[in-house]
Each structure stands twice: as structure tokens, then as C-alpha cells.
């Protein structure tokens, strides 16, 4: 017999570390990018009370759909530190205006909840009919803004938005 002969290897202590090591790691890794996403994308929508919102749910969805049927569009603009609104009908044309008002509501923190006015134009322009605007600059991130619009109707025009301001714009 020769003294070469080899031993099988066996599960030793320095596997056991990698196992432990390893199932540690993929725990970690998956709870961080976990808590990212979760920070990243919650919304962060929250009614104050729940039950109300349900007894009104089928009377704020008979208003948006009677709203849809109009066939109008809301036109949006934020840049160089001025936000911009006008409605238009479905053939393009403007829809007269009587007030703007808009709520930029950050979706984490109401705290830092912005209410605007914006004033109608200071004459029919043929550029830009209609279009109520305010001096205002959100501050960059993400934001729900919510628009009324008096176009004379029952009830303002609604229009809710997810938008994205990057460097004082509308993305």
C-alpha cells in the first residue's frame, strides 16, 4: 500500500460558513431591495376615513364619468417657475375658464402640500386661449396634483395627475 492514498473529502466547518454566510447574504439582499421599492413607489394615498369614501365612491364615479363624456382635455405646463393650465374640448378648441385652482400634493408627506390659484390671462391671446397660470415652482420629485377647474358647470372640472418635476419642470 501506498502512503498517496487521498480522503474523501467531507462536509467540513469551512462549508458550513459558506452555507450560513450565503443563506445570510440572499436574506439581506432581498430585504433591501424590498424596503427600496417600497420606499420608491408607495404612494402614499391615504383617506382619512375610509367609510366615507365608500358611501361616496358611486356618486364621485357618476361625475367622472359625465365629466369623460364632455370630451375635454386639461393641458398642463410647469417650467421656468410658472405653472400653466387650460382646458380644451374634444375638436381642440379652448374651453372658457372662470378659475384654476391646484393642490400639489406631495405623496409621503401632506406637509409639504402646495394649494395654488392661478389667475385668468390678461387677454385673449390667440396663442394661448384661456390659459390660467400662477408663478409657482414645485420643488423636484414626484407629486399628485389635483386641478379644479370652474368651467361653469354643476361641479369643477376634476383633473388628478401623477406628475414628475425635474429641475423646476414638468417631466
Known amino acids: 500500500m501506498s ?29 433591501v431591495t424590498m424596503a427600496t421599492l417600497a420606499q420608491t413607489s408607495w404612494t402614499g394615498l391615504v383617506v382619512e376615513n375610509t367609510y366615507v369614501a365608500s358611501q361616496q365612491f358611486n356618486e364621485e364615479a357618476r361625475k367622472g364619468r ?64 384661456q390659459e390660467f397660470a400662477a408663478r409657482h415652482t414645485p420643488k423636484d420629485g414626484v407629486w399628485i396634483v389635483e386641478i379644479d377647474a370652474d368651467a361653469g358647470l354643476t361641479s369643477p372640472f376634476r383633473d388628478v395627475r401623477r406628475v414628475m418635476i425635474l429641475n423646476g419642470a414638468l417631466q
Do not use: C
Open 3 to 31: 502512503g498517496d492514498m487521498q480522503k474523501p473529502h467531507g462536509f467540513t466547518g469551512k462549508h458550513m460558513l459558506i452555507v450560513i454566510v450565503s443563506f445570510f447574504a440572499v436574506v439581506i439582499g432581498v430585504n
Open 66 to 129: 359625465a365629466q369623460a363624456a364632455l370630451g375635454w382635455t386639461g393641458k398642463l405646463t410647469v417650467a421656468a417657475g410658472e405653472v400653466r393650465y387650460r382646458l380644451v374640448d374634444s375638436q381642440g378648441k379652448s374651453v372658457p375658464l372662470h378659475g384654476v385652482r391646484m393642490l400639489f400634493r406631495h405623496p409621503a408627506y401632506e406637509a409639504e402640500d402646495e394649494a395654488v390659484t392661478l389667475a385668468a390671462p390678461s387677454g385673449d391671446s390667440p396663442g394661448n386661449p
